[in-house]
């Protein structure tokens, strides 16, 4: 008996500081809308990123991890440099690179809709020096163009178009939930 109350409480004191295993992100455009979501997966050889968004131009995007959490619009640039907590080169093509934040390209299709799967190679959620959660978190950006994997220090992708937060609180944590425009005007038109 004692040996099975042991156990149960070593397991018990385990999932207690057990890091987040998975992250589900919204991803918006320059305009503050929503175009899709990002679930992020603590894997073996880093981080799993399921990638759903809509509204992009059809053909390749780069998409990066930045260092700070925030996606200010219209060009999210206060998300920082790409998360590069080692001092490489930027690039995944580079000899002496790549960032930890770079990401191998996305393809949209002729709708502009991508569905996709891309690993975020030593990366981890857990706290350690390569966390996405790091300090207040980080963020996965999306750009116009595709990274051409070796021209410092962004790859030649263009304009950041979408962006999304990676932090330890979860988006149903917070107290706030986003207005849904749709409700409203269906409130109107009921009153």
Same mark, same amino acid.
């Given at each position: 008996?004692?040996?099975?109350?042991?156990?149960?409480? #070593? #397991?018990? &004191?385990? %999932? @207690?500081?057990?890091?987040?295993?998975?992250?589900?992100?919204?991803?918006?455009?320059? &305009?503050?809308?929503?175009?899709?979501?990002?679930? #992020?997966?603590? @894997?073996?050889?880093?981080?799993?990123? !399921?990638?759903?968004?809509?509204?992009?131009?059809?053909?390749?995007?780069?998409? +990066?991890? +930045?260092?700070?959490?925030? %996606?200010?619009?219209?060009?999210f640039?206060?998300?920082?440099? +790409?998360?590069?907590?080692?001092? &490489?080169?930027?690039?995944?093509m580079?000899?002496?690179?790549? +960032?930890?934040?770079? #990401?191998?390209? =996305?393809?949209?299709? &002729?709708?502009g809709?991508? *569905?996709? *799967? =891309?690993?975020?190679?030593?990366?981890?959620? !857990?706290?350690?020096?390569?966390?996405?959660l790091?300090?207040?978190?980080?963020?996965?950006?999306?750009?116009?163009?595709?990274?051409?994997?070796?021209?410092?220090?962004?790859?030649?992708?263009?304009?950041?178009?979408?962006c999304?937060?990676? @932090?330890?609180?979860? !988006?149903?944590? !917070?107290? *706030?939930?986003?207005?849904?425009?749709? @409700?409203f005007?269906?409130?109107?038109?009921?009153?």
């Amino acid at each position: 008996m004692r040996y099975v109350l042991i156990v149960l409480i #070593l #397991l018990l &004191s385990a %999932c @207690q500081n057990s890091p987040p295993n998975v992250k589900e992100i919204d991803m918006y455009n320059s &305009s503050g809308d929503m175009i899709g979501t990002a679930t #992020l997966s603590e @894997q073996a050889e880093g981080v799993n990123i !399921k990638v759903k968004v809509e509204g992009l131009t059809p053909g390749f995007h780069g998409i +990066h991890i +930045h260092e700070y959490a925030k %996606c200010e619009g219209p060009d999210f640039k206060s998300s920082g440099n +790409h998360l590069n907590p080692d001092g &490489s080169q930027h690039g995944l093509m580079n000899p002496d690179g790549p +960032h930890l934040g770079d #990401l191998p390209n =996305i393809e949209a299709d &002729s709708s502009g809709y991508v *569905e996709t *799967e =891309i690993m975020a190679n030593e990366a981890t959620l !857990k706290d350690t020096k390569k966390s996405l959660l790091k300090k207040d978190g980080t963020s996965l950006v999306i750009t116009a163009g595709q990274d051409d994997g070796v021209t410092q220090p962004g790859g030649n992708s263009g304009e950041r178009i979408a962006c999304g937060l990676i @932090q330890q609180i979860d !988006k149903n944590d !917070k107290n *706030e939930t986003p207005t849904d425009p749709t @409700q409203f005007n269906e409130k109107e038109e009921e009153g």
